[in-house]
Every structure is written in C-alpha cells, then in structure tokens.
C-alpha cells in the first residue's frame, strides 16, 4: 500500500519502537519512588525532557509532556483561561483552527468567555493586521495554527508573535503539530508562549506529545493529583512514551533538510490534476509542501477514497477527527469554498521520505478511477 494519510498519521520508526519496547522493559519503575530503580527512571526521564529543550532551544522546565496533541490544546487554552479569568475573559483564534481547539473555544463561551473567531483570505490565511485590531484590554489569549491540517496553509506565526511580544498581558499559544519537522518556529521567541508538538505526526508514537510552556506561564491543570510536571499536569509519568518522543523530535528534526523535495512531488500532483475540469485544487500554492487538498465534483470522498483503496493508495478527508462526519469541512468554508467543494474533499499528505515512485503509483490510481468514472458519465 502507498500511505498518503501522514497528516492523520504516521508509521512509527523503528527506532521510536525499539527505545519504547527498551523503557518499557528495562525501566519500568514509578520515577516518582524513592528507591534507585525509582531514581534511574526519574534521570531517564529528565534526560529527555532535557533533550527535547536542548533541540528546541528553550529551558527544561518548559516541557511539559502529555498524551497528544489535543490535550496539549485543550490545557494551553482552558489552563490560560482559568487562571488569567481576572485579566479578562477574550480569546482570539482563527474559523479554521483544529477541532481541538475549536470545541474548547466552544465549551468556554458557554462558560461566560467570549472568543473571537477570526476569518481567513481564500488561501486560509488570518490577517496579522485582523489578528492585532481584535486585541482588546480584557484579551487574554491568541490561539492559532501554525500548519493547517487540512488545506496545508501557512500561518505567519513570527509576524503575529512580534506584535503579541509589545502586549504583556496576552499569551499566544501555536498549534505546532502539522509543522513540527517541516516548518521550523522560532521556539524561543518572547512573543510566542505555548506550543503544541504532537509525536504520532512525526513517525512518534500516539499517546506521546509535549507543551512547551515558557516559564513566565502559570496553568491551571485540567486535572488534579500529584506534583508531576511541575503540578501543570498531574499524574504518574509515560517514561516511555516521554522517551521515545525525544527520540522521534530528534530524528524530525534530523530529517527536516529532506522536507525541500515534497515541493516537487506536490507540483507533480498539481499538474496532473489540472487537466480534469471537474477537480478543484483547495491547497493553496503557498502552502505547505506536505498536504495537498482537492474536491473532485460528482465524486462523493468516501467513494473516491474507496476507489484509492482498492487501488493501493491511502488518502483521506479532512480532519482524521471528524473524517466520519457527513458535513461540509469548516476550513474549506471558511475559505470561500462552495458547499460542494466544502463537502468533496480529499487531501493527500506526505512523509519527508516519500518517493516520486508513491506519487507516480498515485497518479496512476487516479488515472484509472477517472477513467472508469468517465466511462459510467459518458
């Protein structure tokens, strides 16, 4: 099978899977208990966290490890609201934000906060200029993507973290986890001040994901027990997964030179789809490398996803958290898009080590569900 779905998920490396299997079996002991085996896993464990500041540039105390990507968020988001509530109680984000982040939006307005949902241009890009205009004297917070998991866009992240940098009291949190190892932020940066990485989107493994929360940030935890993670994130530590998502960062980080090549494979498939004038290409060409989206008219997803299938070829929809849903993608909307291009969606996302061959094998899928739906149409 050609795995084109990375952006839902990756395969794990070897190399991830053989430091996991070695914690797991060697050292298994609670790193919170007093005993030498206790202490071994505890010094394991700050060697990773130390190994993943080392590499992002920030200090140890900054990472805070957790279960994945959307708990990474949903704690940015509601530990900011919660503790900062007497500051103010407005959010700034984007219509096009993952559902992690949009659901907790949704759950705090309920709660009295009140969120700004910003729109974006036809290319899925927020304003910098719309993203300073909402600043407001009770806002609190800006949470916004780096990458978008659906259309690829590209969110000028330095250029809003600048402007947060001159207001001391909002707090700006990215959603890092589709461009961690492809497209580098600037991890230290004064203006940006919570980053989610999620480890199973870089050949990690699920369950495995860090917040780096810069020191001057106090959280309220989503949960309350032990003093685990500074008490930001209570709970007896996943050494294993904690180590094994050092390993994968590493490794994204090491492989991040290959990334350059996507561009071409990217291209490849863009001109091969332009000849059908049915197909709409949603990714804009400035986007990321790695994800390309486009709706085929007439073409319910899941049948064309289907069709790929038995061809050899993986693809999705949008979002893999809410692929089996029926609607019209929210991104795709929120950039313009009709509701048939909205609901006809299906997006090819890459590793940075695929090959011209999975594209070719592709295209060559492609050609022939066209051809077979040409033959019924005509």
Do not use: W
């Not at 505890?42 to 105390?61: C, F, H, M, N, P």
């Not at 909002?170 to 001040?193: A, C, E, M, S």
């Not at 199973?200 to 369950?207: S, Y």
């Amino acid at each position: 099978m050609i795995y084109l779905d990375n952006s839902a998920t990756t395969k794990p490396h070897e190399d991830v899977l053989k430091t996991f299997h070695t914690v797991s079996s060697k050292y298994f002991a609670n790193p919170s208990s007093i005993h030498r085996m206790g202490g071994q896993v505890e010094d394991l464990l700050t060697k990773s966290r130390q190994q993943i500041a080392d590499l992002l540039g920030v200090r140890l105390q900054e990472v805070v490890f957790t279960s994945g990507g959307t708990e990474s968020n949903n704690l940015a988001i509601k530990g900011v609201a919660e503790q900062y509530k007497n500051r103010g109680k407005h959010i700034i984000t984007t219509e096009i934000e993952h559902p992690s982040v949009l659901e907790t939006c949704r759950h705090l307005e309920e709660t009295g906060y009140e969120i700004t949902y910003l729109p974006v241009n036809d290319k899925g890009e927020v304003s910098v200029d719309d993203v300073k205009e909402a600043i407001r004297p009770d806002t609190i917070l800006i949470t916004i993507m780096h990458v978008n998991n659906e259309i690829g866009s590209v969110q000028p992240i330095e250029e809003l973290a600048n402007i947060v940098e001159h207001y001391p009291t909002v707090l700006f949190h990215v959603d890092h986890v589709q461009g961690f190892g492809k497209i580098t932020v600037p991890y230290d940066h004064k203006g940006i001040d919570l980053i989610t990485i999620s480890g199973h989107k870089i050949h990690g493994l699920k369950g495995s994901a860090c917040l780096i929360k810069k020191q001057h940030i106090n959280l309220t935890p989503l949960q309350h027990g032990g003093a685990q993670e500074e008490r930001v994130r209570p709970g007896t530590e996943n050494v294993a997964n904690a180590v094994s998502l050092a390993k994968a960062i590493r490794l994204a980080l090491e492989e991040q030179k290959n990334y350059h090549q996507l561009q071409q494979l990217n291209q490849t498939i863009r001109e091969e789809l332009k000849y059908y004038q049915q197909i709409t290409i949603n990714s804009p060409q400035n986007g990321a490398h790695h994800i390309l989206n486009f709706s085929v008219q007439n073409f319910k997803p899941e049948v064309l996803i289907h069709a790929f299938s038995d061809e050899g070829v993986v693809v999705s929809t949008k979002s893999a958290c809410s692929s089996r849903q029926s609607e019209a993608s929210h991104v795709l909307k929120a950039c313009g898009k009709t509701d048939e291009d909205a609901s006809a969606a299906v997006r090819v996302s890459m590793n940075v080590h695929q090959s011209q061959d999975d594209i070719n094998a592709f295209i060559s899928a492609f050609k022939k569900i066209m051809s077979k739906y040409e033959k019924v149409m005509g």
